[in-house]
């Protein structure tokens, strides 16, 4: 019974002590009080306070980092000094608040730079001078250990096949479609599996365009590009320099920075073709 009481007085005291936090035509406020005003242009939003003077900024991000991950923040920017912008993790009400509602709800319950006061200036420069890490899962970590991994090799694919790393050549496809050349994405279906090889032609994987599955030699196997649905979703077909950038990483003995393409006899499972 005891613990029963003191149950129901945390939650009438949380409840009570809830702030009432609405934004209707432009005005942010708390408790019924006005305390700032929001205007938006495009996803960014302008809060200035009650005079009408523009205080910070808030822009919504949202970014594929590889393959089917992506990571949504916002970035912070005071008008007054646009020298330096905060990347940050932001809060919502609700999982269906909308970026207006996320963007005041950040302002006043995770960033704390608007109070019943007003905006606070303050704690605004205080949280420019020790910003807040961001909290990031271990997926979107390791995507975006992935995606420094493959922007530092600088991968390309030119008109007739060669990857390039850096501007050297490095490997090539083989059994690529009539459609290559003019459409930088594998969108047709085939039985035959497009080949990779490195600049030695030596048998490196291959991309099988039925499951949009990338094998290598070794048998590791990745599927690039699953369809997703809602705010998430992605391309349906992978781009050449994709499959290039995942094979890149999955084998890493890949890509080797040779001075030119050696052409020579395939080799392909320990055989020469």
């Known amino acids: 019974m005891k613990k029963n009481m003191i149950m129901l007085f ?3 005291s949380i409840f009570l002590n809830a702030q009432s936090i609405k934004t209707k035509r432009g ?15 495009s996803n960014e939003y302008i809060f200035l306070d009650l005079k009408e003077t523009p205080i910070y900024t808030i822009k919504f991000i949202d970014k594929g980092i590889v ?5 949504s923040y916002i970035t912070l920017n005071r008008v007054y000094n646009r020298d330096k912008t905060l990347d940050l993790d932001y809060i919502s009400p609700s999982a269906f608040s909308g970026e207006e509602k996320s ?8 960033l704390k730079i608007i109070d019943e006061r007003g905006i606070n200036i303050k704690n605004l420069d205080d949280l420019f001078k020790n910003p807040p890490k ?31 790393s850096n501007g050297v050549p490095v490997g090539y ?6 459609s290559f050349g003019s459409e930088d994405t594998v969108s047709e279906k085939s039985f035959l599996d ?43 077909f992978p781009t050449y320099k994709a499959i290039a950038e995942r094979m890149a990483i999955m084998d890493p003995s890949f890509i080797k920075i040779q001075d030119k393409v050696t052409v020579g006899e395939v080799v392909k499972d320990g055989v020469q073709k």
């Open 27 to 41: 005005i942010v406020s708390l408790d019924g009080v006005h305390v700032a005003k929001i205007s938006n242009k």
């Open 194 to 236: 497009i080949e990779i090889y490195d600049a030695k032609s030596k048998y490196i994987g291959k991309y099988i365009t039925t499951t949009k599955q990338i094998k290598t030699a070794g048998g590791k196997v990745f599927t690039l590009y699953r369809e997703m649905s809602g705010r998430a979703s992605i391309l349906k």
């Open 103 to 110: 963007a005041v709800f950040t302002s006043i319950k995770g």
């Open 10 to 12: 945390t939650i009438l």
């Open 173 to 178: 496809f083989t059994n690529l479609p009539v």
């Open 67 to 71: 393959d089917s991950v992506r990571d």
């Open 134 to 164: 961001r909290k990031l899962d271990s997926k979107t970590k390791d995507a975006y250990t992935t995606r420094s991994k493959i922007d530092r090799l600088k991968i390309e694919v030119n008109n007739v096949g060669e990857i390039l």
